[in-house]
Every structure is written in structure tokens, then in C-alpha cells.
């Protein structure tokens, strides 16, 4: 079974300043993905980035980064600049590729972004 | 990314009676995804709606509390049944894109249930 750990309930920063959410997983297959959620206060769910278990390279997309140690199995989310619209709830997620397209989640983290 | 709406986006109920939740996306999608999210918590797979057979649920959740519906690859129901106030939740439907690294899933924008 495929489990993800989310061990900070919240978090606080400052405006402009970065920030690391942190995200371990457990799983015993080789081939997975894992992603990062948003998820306002409105209750949405916004897709951040993506890490395959076999990329070579830490994903980015604009001002998220992905901070991928495989060997620790940590897939920890930096937020550079932070604003204060990045206030919301963050979930990691898994996908184990031999196990169905079903995603399993950690218990989310709230950022909140202090001007 | 594909286009997710869901009706209704909020409902309170009573007790004992059973609200439908609709999914539509602006393409053909193969698999669509129901989740549920308690007040509080994180998001739990309730099933899989497959087009042209029957849903296949998680562990924990049954046809006859949770009946999906998958007429076609753009649309997609959630039945709540029998609702109790435990069924106070935030219902999310999704959908995998297979042409997105991971075959990433992108969500509706959800159902606030309120039970009371």
C-alpha cells in the first residue's frame, strides 16, 4: 500500500519570502508519479507540478519547484517569492503506475502567507 | 487541461434523503474519478467511473450508498443516498489526461454537502 506524509499541519512566511512544504511517500514500486495540489479556500483543487519516479531532473513550473530525493523518498515543494494569493491548503499526492490511476493523498498543509 | 463543472456547486439536505451530484467535461475523457473530502481532511477516492460498465469503488464506500452513473466519456453522477450528517463533505470529481506526464488529474470545482 502506498502511503504519503505531509508532517506540517501549518505553515507561516513571509511575503517574497520562499517556502518548503514537505512531502515523504512509501511505496515499494519503481515506477510512480507524484504531484502537488493547491487548494483555496473556495475548495478547488489546482494542479501545481508533477515528478515522475525516473526523471532525471527536479521539476519546475514558475515559481514552484519540485525538490525530488528519491533515496529518501521525500518530494518536497518549494515555493519561491511567496504572494499572498499562495495562502491555501497543499497536498501532495501519489500514483503508483501498476496500481490503477488512483491518487493517494497526504493530510495537506496550510500556508499562510503573512504581508 | 480539460474543462470540469459540477452542479450543484453547494446543497444542504435533510437527512435521509439522497442529492445527485453531476461531473461534465468539455472533451471525451476515459476515466473519471470520484473523491470525497470531510471536513478538514484530506481527499479519499470514493470510485472510478467507468464508461460502459459499472463503477469500481474503494474500500470502505458501496454501490448502494454512493450509485455512479457514466452514460458517456463527458459526463458522470454521484449519488449521496440515505444521507446523514456524516455525509457532510466536499465532493470532487476528476479526470486523468492522458496526455499529460503522470496522465496528471485535473478536478471539478467541487460540491459542498451539508447534511443536517
Known amino acids: 500500500a502506498q502511503k504519503i506524509t505531509q508532517t506540517q499541519p501549518g505553515m507561516f512566511v513571509q511575503e517574497k519570502e520562499a517556502v518548503t512544504l514537505d512531502c515523504t511517500y512509501d511505496t515499494s514500486d519503481q515506477s510512480y508519479g507524484l504531484f502537488w495540489y493547491k487548494q483555496p479556500s473556495s475548495g478547488e483543487m489546482i494542479f501545481l507540478i508533477y515528478q515522475g519516479s525516473y526523471d532525471e531532473q527536479n521539476a519546475t513550473e514558475g515559481r514552484y519547484s519540485l525538490n525530488f530525493q528519491k533515496a529518501r523518498k521525500s518530494a518536497n515543494l518549494v515555493i519561491s517569492a511567496s504572494q499572498l494569493g499562495d495562502s491555501a491548503m497543499y497536498f501532495c499526492a501519489m500514483r503508483v503506475n501498476n496500481a490503477g490511476n488512483m491518487l493517494t493523498f497526504g493530510g495537506g498543509t496550510r500556508l499562510m502567507v503573512k504581508p | 487541461s480539460a474543462v470540469i463543472s459540477q452542479k450543484p456547486s453547494r446543497d444542504i439536505c435533510q437527512r435521509g434523503t439522497s442529492l445527485t451530484i453531476q461531473c461534465q467535461v468539455d472533451?471525451?475523457?476515459?476515466?473519471m474519478f470520484w473523491y470525497r473530502q470531510q471536513p478538514g481532511q484530506s481527499l479519499t477516492l470514493i470510485a472510478t467511473a467507468n464508461q460502459g460498465s459499472e463503477a469500481t469503488y474503494e474500500s470502505g464506500f458501496v454501490i448502494d450508498k454512493f450509485p455512479i452513473s457514466r452514460p458517456n466519456l463527458t459526463f458522470s453522477t454521484l449519488t449521496v443516498s440515505n444521507m446523514s450528517p456524516e455525509d457532510s463533505s466536499i465532493y470532487l470529481c476528476s479526470v486523468g489526461d492522458r496526455g499529460r506526464p503522470g496522465e496528471t488529474q485535473y478536478f471539478g470545482p467541487g460540491t459542498r454537502l451539508l447534511v443536517l
Open positions: 472533451s471525451q475523457v476515459t476515466m
